[in-house]
Antibody
């Protein structure tokens, strides 16, 4: 059973870069069968898809965040990462990493538990 | 972006009752790319339905999905205690993937 776990600083200062890592266990991240995604959720609000990556490096980003987002992958460590630059208080949210349900279906079938990132000085 | 509007915002029902949740899209969505998620407080979302009609692994058959085009429905035939939660629809056919704002199913 694939498991995902987010990690990274819980507090980031305004204008700095938010950096999170998702560590995958129970399966290899190397197969190009699956996209690996990031989703966020401000407190008390809905879900926002940030973007996704294939192990080959192909990425898709939400245009609303594209100018500030970089998603990368390290197959040797079975991890993928999120960087969000120039953060403001509006970027305060729980950040989730997730994986496609199956290679032919890109609904989000596997999720990490989420990590809260607060943007504050 | 495709905007998904869920209704009602809150559904107050008793255990054993039927729940009908609606998800309306701002433009046509292929039913192959419509999903429903359940989220409980402090937990990650859990995939319930994919491809509009198919239950994810381990999801009981009291959950069913229907609809096409711009109108989709999640039905819970008989609510059980563990079903009281937040529910989100999502389209993943046209980038960026988008979610509805959610429907809260609460105990009456």
């Amino acid at each position: 059973q694939v498991q995902l776990q987010e990690s990274g600083p819980g507090l980031v200062k305004p204008s700095q870069t938010l950096s999170l890592t998702c560590t995958v266990s129970g399966g290899s991240i190397s197969s190009d069968d699956f996209y690996w995604s990031w989703v966020r959720q401000p407190a008390g609000k809905g879900l926002e898809w940030i973007g996704r990556i294939l192990p080959s490096g192909r990425t898709n980003y939400n245009p609303s965040l594209e100018s500030r987002v970089t998603i990368s992958i390290d197959t040797s460590k079975n991890q993928f990462s999120l960087k969000l630059s120039s953060v403001t208080a509006a970027d305060t949210a729980v950040y989730y990493c997730a994986r496609d349900r199956a290679y032919f279906d890109t609904s989000l079938g596997y999720w990490g538990q989420g990590t809260l990132v607060t943007v504050s000085s | 972006d495709i905007v998904l509007t869920q209704s009602p915002g809150t559904l107050s029902l008793s255990p054993g009752e039927r729940a009908t949740l609606s998800c309306r899209a701002s433009q046509s969505v292929s039913s192959s790319f419509l999903a429903w998620y359940q989220q409980k407080p402090g937990q990650a979302p859990r995939l319930l339905m994919y491809g509009a009609y198919s239950r994810a692994t381990g999801i009981p058959d009291r959950f069913s999905g229907s609809g096409s085009g711009t109108d989709f429905t999640l039905t819970i035939s008989r609510l059980e205690a563990e079903d009281f939660a937040m529910y989100y629809c999502q389209q993943y056919g046209i980038s960026p993937w988008t979610f509805g704002q959610g429907t809260k199913v609460e105990i009456k």
